[in-house]
């Protein structure tokens, strides 16, 4: 089955991004949005999960602890990809996120799982599509640094409508200043 682990962002950064999401709609009538409570930050994919490697996962997925980080959108940008163009938020990269990155791939290659080892560039997706125009924002702010709390493993179904994203368990990360 397809999985990804993501941070989840906070309800006020997803209702901030909804209000960038309306732009985009507007500019271009293709764009197929994430859905709001869909929003998030994918720091591992996992194209193949068995039953097996999942139960393992979770046992040590949800003994690691981590701390919090800083989610501070630098850019709203337009780019293209193999399945068409995605909108996305550029996240300043920082190091909770390079310590949660590293701890996931720890924990997935201890598993022997199987996942993508691109070089993670941190971002948000808020919109894609095929044939969808270039989007050039003028105006409007780019949501507020927020701290994220929650490390989530999802199951992922492509559908006809999109992609149905499934919690499966998570952790909660620890408060910034938080002593590990």
């Known amino acids: 089955m397809r999985a990804f682990i993501a941070l989840v962002l906070p309800a006020c950064m997803k ?6 999401q309306r732009e985009i709609r507007e500019s ?6 994430t859905a709001t409570q869909q929003l998030h930050m994918t720091i591992a994919f ?3 999960l068995s039953a097996g490697q999942e139960e393992d996962l979770i046992r040590r997925f949800t003994a690691i602890q981590l701390p919090s980080p800083l989610i501070a ?16 938020l550029a996240v300043k990269p920082e190091a909770h996120l390079d310590q949660i990155t590293t ?3 720890d924990a997935l290659d201890e598993c022997d799982i199987i996942y993508d080892r691109r070089r993670v560039k941190y ?3 808020v919109a894609r599509g095929r044939g969808m125009k270039a989007f050039h924002r003028q105006s409007g702010p780019l949501p507020y640094s927020d701290e994220v709390q929650n490390l ?8 006809h409508t999109g992609p149905v994203h499934t919690p499966v ?10 002593v590990i």
């Open 169 to 178: 368990t998570s952790i909660r990360l620890k408060p910034l200043g938080t």
């Open 103 to 105: 701890s996931v791939r």
């Open 123 to 125: 971002h948000i997706t």
């Open 46 to 48: 996992i194209p193949d």
């Open 28 to 33: 271009d009538s293709t764009a197929r949005l």
């Open 73 to 88: 959108c630098t850019s709203l940008s337009a780019m293209r990809t193999g399945n068409g163009r995605l909108y996305v």
């Open 152 to 159: 989530v493993l999802f199951h992922s179904q492509l559908t």
């Open 15 to 20: 209702q901030q991004i909804a209000v960038l």
